[in-house]
């Protein structure tokens, strides 16, 4: 049975959504930061990285803070208001202690003679539309992994675990033992409500894909180094098939939404993406 709050209670973090492009003391100089660890993450950004100032842990499309941060400004590149989602797990095994698969959650995959995965860490409620993408996108030939939420669930609440650092075990096992990995993912509408936003360090992938889908009618442009959700960092893991490059998907919620309901243009849109893979 999943244990109450007062059981396991979360992090008393609290997370604000930004990009974080310097930090300055007040009244000081630069001795006043300490940078004493610098690790791959991101929860906001796929290719953040975080940053602790003596005790202050500092992400650079999340700002967390145990307490509220004394003598620091940070200048914002990105608006407060963020398109990607926020994490209550910080791994596969922190979920999967307080959760039940076939309740909570389930995997579905299908491991195929490819060299090519699709793949998709924020299934059924976490993204919705973001599992009927990647199922279109693998068809009958190439892998597929979804993870998906069966419940709807609050903000903060959620079984998202930020693509840095999603690491259950038989996705680890198909993308591992796959060249080339595609992430598809949702994002916020923001102000951009059309655009697939196509991104991942296989840049030549990256934009026969987004060439692809303009031809087929979307909406899409390929993002990179300094993008918000650009999937860029190595241990994303669209990043980590054996080429150790990929592509990441991100289609707004409204994109997402209709082409699950539209099974016409879920072909149209799967089908532009596969062409595209076929000549890599």
Request: aromatic share 6%.
């Amino acid at each position: 049975m999943r244990a109450s709050s007062a059981e396991n209670p979360r992090s008393s973090l609290s997370f604000t959504s930004v990009m974080m492009t310097t930090v300055l003391p007040f009244g000081g100089g630069a001795g006043g930061l300490s940078p004493t660890l610098l690790v791959s993450s991101g929860l906001d950004d796929r290719s953040a990285p975080l940053m602790m100032f003596k005790g202050c842990v500092i992400l650079s499309a999340i700002v967390a803070t145990p307490s509220p941060l004394q003598g620091f400004s940070v200048a914002l590149k990105y608006p407060m208001s963020t398109y990607a989602m926020t994490d209550q797990y910080a791994s596969f095994a922190a979920l999967a202690a307080r959760e039940i698969e076939g309740v909570h959650y389930r995997i579905r995959f299908a491991t195929r003679p490819s060299p090519i995965a699709i793949v998709t860490p924020h299934g059924g409620w976490i993204e919705p539309g973001a599992s009927e993408a990647t199922i279109a996108i693998a068809g009958e030939v190439l892998s597929f992994y979804c993870f998906e939420s069966l419940t709807r669930r609050a903000r903060g609440d959620g079984l998202h675990i930020t693509s840095t650092r999603f690491d259950e075990p038989q996705a680890m096992q198909l993308v591992q033992g796959s060249d080339i990995v595609v992430g598809v993912h949702g994002r916020k509408n923001g102000d951009d409500d059309a655009s697939v936003w196509v991104g991942g360090l296989h840049e030549p992938l990256r934009d026969a894909i987004a060439a692809a889908l303009r031809d087929s009618g979307f909406h899409a442009k390929s993002v990179g180094e300094g993008h918000p959700l650009s999937g860029r960092d190595p241990a994303n893991i669209c990043n980590r098939g054996r080429q150790g490059a990929g592509v990441q998907l991100e289609l707004p919620m409204a994109l997402r939404l209709r082409l699950k309901d539209d099974p016409d243009g879920r072909h149209l849109f799967a089908a532009a993406v596969r062409l595209a893979l076929s000549r890599f």
